[in-house]
């Protein structure tokens, strides 16, 4: 019976000491700054030692980034107690400028859950070159871009951007404008931009100068120490609708209620038909003002200019083909301008196909 006795506890001892035996992770830096690195030298890598602190073997099941950015690599052999492996993560810098601070999760035997590592670092901007910095080029004078937009401009807003220039040339230039409309505004700063040096055209957009509504394009030329560039224009994009921001509750329920019909219209075969008709209606409790009706196209006609609609009522617009700039297949858009405060501009979509 003491021999059986004494063997009972050596096992509950052996056993007491198998579970007693656990691998443990340290890791004496858990954040890595790489400080400022440049964009232009790609991706960048650090280090981090895994130490097995425990009794038992380390194993690294997994490990993930907290971004696409960050790409991780790993011990895959079982860490031996008081041995070390290595965590390495890599970087990707190029077109990432700024700061940046990433985690990166290790799974273990170790722990349940994650043990969380940090990189971090300042990704400085790669410089780029003139021509791919600023790929318009107007003589000396480049520019990041040769048009602009003001999308949804109220015809009571003043709004205002800039396009980035830069002098190549060998002495300093200064830009005038010329054809400028009413409604635009058009200062460059600084006056005279030296050789090698940058600075900006700001234009500014005056709503309540505009006689127009809807999509509104206009042009104007640079004049470049004195010469008028006539090759490339500056081109201004808006969308302009009328401010109904003051309207009261019983206005907008009482406002006009703008119906087209058809919401889209195709020309499948023009050879025997050429014409088709849009037809506007008012379903609201007030007069309709049709500020405008346009075409985005040159390969389809409709009248335009101001139209009134009285409540409940219609009017017929025809649709025309414009053989004479119908060269291929075609579309585009008619857009209706009105005082809906809740639809002030509404397009229909047209498509035209010659192939037939």
Known sequence: MKKIGFLALCLLMSISMTFAQKAEITVEKTVYDFGKIAEKDGNVSCDFIIKNTGNAPLVISRVTASCGCTTPEWTKEPIAPGATGTVKATYGAKGRPGPFSKTISVYTNAKEGAYILTIKGDVIPEVQAPEAAYPSEMGDLRLKKSSVVFNNIKNTETRSESIEIYNQGSGPLTIGFAGLPAYIIANTFPQSIPTGASGVIKITYVGSKVNDFGSVKSDFNLIINGKKNENKPITVFSIVSEDFSKMTETQLNNAPVIGIDPASM??????????????????????????????????????????????????????????????????????VASNDPKNSLKRVRVSISVDK
């Open 266 to 335: 195709n020309f499948d075969n023009i050879k025997s038909e050429k014409t088709k008709t849009l037809t506007i209606t008012n379903n609201g409790k007030s007069n309709l003002l049709i500020h405008n009706i346009k075409t985005t196209s040159n390969a389809f006609l409709i009248p335009g200019g101001k139209k009134e609609i009285k409540p409940g009522k219609s009017q017929t617009f025809l649709v025309k083909i414009n053989e004479k700039e119908l060269s291929n297949n075609a579309a585009g858009y008619i857009e």
